[in-house]
Structure formats: C-alpha cells, structure tokens
C-alpha cells in the first residue's frame, strides 16, 4: 500500500483513496502561524495514479491543517477543605487530628511565650486558619483563669488589714491569678528623710526560722500607692513595722486584691 504522510497540526486521518494522513506541528519559518503541509510518497511509483493520490492528500491534508487546536483543558481547582474547630481541646488531640488533615500546624504560648514541650498539658485557645496552615494559641490546663490580658475577670478584694503599729494579721488564700496591694498610710510627726513604716507580704511556706521575707514594701512618707505582686498561689499573711522613733500617730490599712472572674 502507498502510504501518504501530510505533516501540519497534529491530526491522524485517512486521505481520500485509502492513503494514510499524519498532520503535525513542525512551527516552520516562512509560513503563517508557523504551519505547513507536505505530502511525502513513501514509494518511488511516479504513476499517475500516484500523483492523483498525492494530490488528493494534500488537498485532505490542508483541510487538516487549517483546523483549531483543541483548546486545553482547565485545571480544575480543589475544593476546599473545611478545618475543624478544634477550640477546647487538648493540644496532642489536636495537632493528631489537623496533621492527619494534611495541615501545617503551629501552636505558641498566649501567656508568657514558654516552651511547649508536652502537648497533653496544653489546651487549645483560639486557631486560625491561613490556606494549609493552622495557627493555634493555647495555654496550660494548670494555668489560673484569670490573668493580666483575661477579659472576663476584674479585680475583688481578697482580704483587708489595719494596724498603728506592729502587727500580724491573719492568713489568707490567693488562686494563681495576679495579685496587687494597695496600701494607705497616714502619720502625725514624722523625721525628715527617714522611713514610716514597712509592710511585708509573706507566704507561708516561707515562714520559718530560717527563711527570708518573701516581699518588703518601704513607705517613706503618708499618702497611698498600689503594689504588684504578679500571679501568686498558695497560703499568705501580712505584717506592718512603724518605725517609732521617727513617727507618730500612725495608721495603715492594706487591701489585697486578685483577678477573680467577672460575676454575671
């Protein structure tokens, strides 16, 4: 069989008279849109049956070359994966679950920046979803509720004390969240340049022969200021020292106060 080869756009066809028609882009120079057709006789038959199927062939074969390219199909976007919410659960559940999802997950400190090193003991606060990743803010299980930036806590007054001289008071119990002291002192005589008194805030577990002060406030002169005491836990008790020889007439009131939740 004489076989016909047109070479133009990339299409496989049949010519009239059973010639076999191979159309493909060669981008030739010289040519309007770099197309062209050329008919090659595979055998050397230069009858005039050849040349009528040549002929025919290249008249086949420029139809071929003057149809379109298909037009490239469109790359179909991936649908969107809905990211669970995984607010209030512990942080190993939740880093399992989006990992598994094929997310890039992050997980920081919305407190004091610590390390996170076992993720049970952490809670998932807030996530937020940027494409394939997953920005989650926790913080610990141990943690207090209230803390400097909580906006469902106020400060309440824990306990209040009043003394004109040296005293003990009694002792009182703090629950993790920050604490502050605010302290009134007013005096009769005093000598210039020499303390009032002084107030010492002081945990239990430290109250032994041995132990040191947990804080010391020195007022130096009457009137009023606050005193932050940071986040503080456990058992706690207040003592005053006026300093006699160098003042009279004086009275002290203290007020503890912590972050406690808001009431309805």
Known sequence: MREWIAEAVGVRAMSPGG?????????????????????????KDRSPVTAAA??????????CASAPSPEPSPLRAEASVPVADTTGQALDAAWEALTEAGLRVEASDIREDRSIWDRSNWVVVSQVVEGERVALSVEKFADPVCWEKATTCEWAVVYEFSSTGDAESGQFELDGGPARLTYSVAAGLTTEGKRVADIYFQDIAMHHESSSIDTIINVDGPGSAPFDLGPREGTYFLMT???EGDVSDVSINVVVEQMRPAGP
Do not use: I
């Open 54 to 63: 040549l002929l025919a062939s290249s008249l086949f074969v420029a139809g």
């Open 19 to 43: 010639a076999r028609v191979v159309c493909h882009l060669r981008g030739a120079r010289g040519h309007e849109d770099g197309r062209y057709v050329r008919a090659v006789n595979r055998t």
């Open 241 to 243: 020292e006026v300093r």
